[in-house]
C-alpha cells in the first residue's frame, strides 16, 4: 500500500487543534527554528536569509513568475484575485520531483 506524504504545510482551517493551535501548521518561526537546527547557524544569521527568500519568492508568484526551487518543486500561479485593502488570493500549483519524499526522509534521518 502507498504510504500518503505527511506535510508540515496545512491549511488551518482544515487543521485539528491542541493547545489552541493548528497541528501540522508551520509559521514562519518554526521554519527559523528548523533551518537553525539543520545548519547549526545562529538564529540573528538565518532570520534575515530566511524573511529575504521569502520576500522574493513571494514577489515573484504575485508578478505571475513560476518559480522553481528543487527540492521543493515547481510553482506556478493558477490564478490570482485582489482583495479590498490591498490583499490578495493567489491560487498555486505546485509540482513536486520525483523523489522529493524520499529525499526529504534522508535529509531527516541525517
Known amino acids: 500500500m502507498a504510504k500518503t506524504p505527511q506535510s508540515s504545510f496545512v491549511d488551518g482551517a482544515d487543521a485539528p487543534e491542541q ?3 493548528a497541528v501540522g501548521l508551520m509559521k514562519k518561526p518554526d521554519l527559523l527554528d528548523a533551518v537553525v537546527a539543520r545548519t547549526n547557524l545562529k538564529k540573528r544569521d538565518v532570520k534575515p536569509a530566511v524573511e529575504a527568500a521569502l520576500a522574493l519568492i513571494g514577489d515573484a508568484l504575485r508578478n505571475g513568475e513560476e518559480v522553481n526551487l528543487p527540492p521543493l518543486g515547481k510553482m506556478r500561479v493558477v490564478k490570482a484575485k485582489d482583495l ?23 535529509d531527516s534521518a541525517d
Open 84 to 106: 479590498d485593502g490591498g490583499a490578495s488570493v493567489i491560487t498555486l500549483k505546485l509540482r513536486t520531483p520525483k523523489n522529493a519524499t524520499v529525499a526529504a526522509q534522508t
Open 19 to 21: 493547545d489552541g493551535q
